[in-house]
């Protein structure tokens, strides 16, 4: 199936077995386009034949994947770029650092001995929110460095992939993944490391797009959380839930949301149907916003309505 998929020549591919159970029967589940930027190729999702999950195969090179979280790439927009739009971006930005402090503190007492490690911290914003609201120690990781942004130096910052960095065991209180483990390329062993890390009292959250969700019965291949090359696996609960008690974790609570907005889902998957791929977020904030008004009233029930996005509460098994 893929062969016949038109991509440029330098593109490199790597054929891979199932994350979850090793496979490698597959059956052909859809086809996705690096949507949010408009950058060229077709990429290839695959249902495994064994135990249903959904994952990028043949899925882009590990040397190559890094071209593709650029500036353009929105979860690595710095608010600098922003020039008008700066004061809308920060808004959003702290309100998406304070719907994750809501999720964490309904189960971890965060206070000035804690220690924190997001994995996947990008510019470090929500580990800065909690260090200035509890005084907690802060730890990220992330394959990109982002030294040039305001207060980075307060965070104990790793560079590299998380599973490689050497890290104290059993020491933290928290761990926390969000929209990281979907873009991971090895999920197996990313949970088996933070299962490691966890103190036993310790809380691991992760937040991941959920594929049995409304917003992807609505867009299908146009579905935000295909969002590929990027996306190397699309989870549903049940193979979430398969990969984490393989993993050395167990799971005490499941949320049907998530800290990031489903609206975003609705208006960018409503905006890919339409206009197709790449999209121009400064031409679009005002419909964005305008939207959102017209959307409050469905979006106050977002926590139950299964729109997007899941959230898994584990510990150490
Ligand atoms: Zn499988």
């Known amino acids: 199936m893929y062969a016949q998929l038109n991509n440029p020549k330098h593109y490199k591919f790597e054929t891979v077995s199932c994350y979850n159970c090793g496979s490698t029967k597959t059956s052909h589940f859809l086809v996705g386009e690096e949507d949010l930027t408009g950058k060229e190729g077709y990429f290839n999702f695959e249902k495994c034949s064994d135990c249903g999950l959904v994952y990028q195969n043949p899925r882009v090179h590990m040397d190559q994947i890094k071209d593709f979280y650029d500036n353009e ?25 304070r719907s994750k402090d809501s999720i964490v503190s309904k189960y971890v007492d965060l206070n000035e001995k804690s220690q924190v490690l997001d994995v996947g911290c990008a510019v470090g914003t929500f580990l800065l929110h909690l260090h200035k609201k509890y005084g907690s120690h802060i730890s990220g ?13 307060k965070i104990d910052f790793h560079c590299g992939l998380f599973y490689e960095q050497n890290l104290p065991k059993n020491n933290f209180d928290l761990i926390t993944m969000w929209h990281f483990l979907e873009h991971c390329y090895d999920p197996v062993k990313t949970l088996n490391k933070s299962a490691e890390l966890i103190s036993d009292s310790g809380k691991v959250i992760i937040e991941v797009p959920r594929l049995d969700s409304v917003t992807y019965k609505m867009f299908k291949d146009k579905w935000p959380g295909v969002q590929a090359p990027q996306h190397t696996v699309m989870f549903d609960k049940k193979s979430l ?20 907005p489903s609206y975003f889902y609705i208006f960018t998957g409503i905006y890919f149907k339409i206009f197709g791929k790449g999209l121009n977020l400064e031409n679009t904030v005002i419909p964005y916003f305008l939207g959102q008004l017209l959307l409050s009233p469905v979006l106050l029930f977002e926590k139950k309505l299964n729109l997007s996005m899941q959230t898994v509460v584990c510990e150490k098994a």
Do not use: C, Q
Request: hydrophobic share 40%.
């Open 73 to 97: 790439y929105i979860a690595h927009r710095k608010k600098k770029n922003w020039g008008l739009l700066t004061p809308l971006y920060n808004r959003a930005m702290n309100k998406h650092d």
């Open 141 to 153: 990781v992330d394959f990109k460095s982002d030294l040039s942004f305001p207060n980075f130096d």
């Open 241 to 260: 839930f398969e990969m984490i008690e393989k993993s050395g974790l167990k799971v005490v609570d499941y949320l049907p949301y998530g800290a990031f």
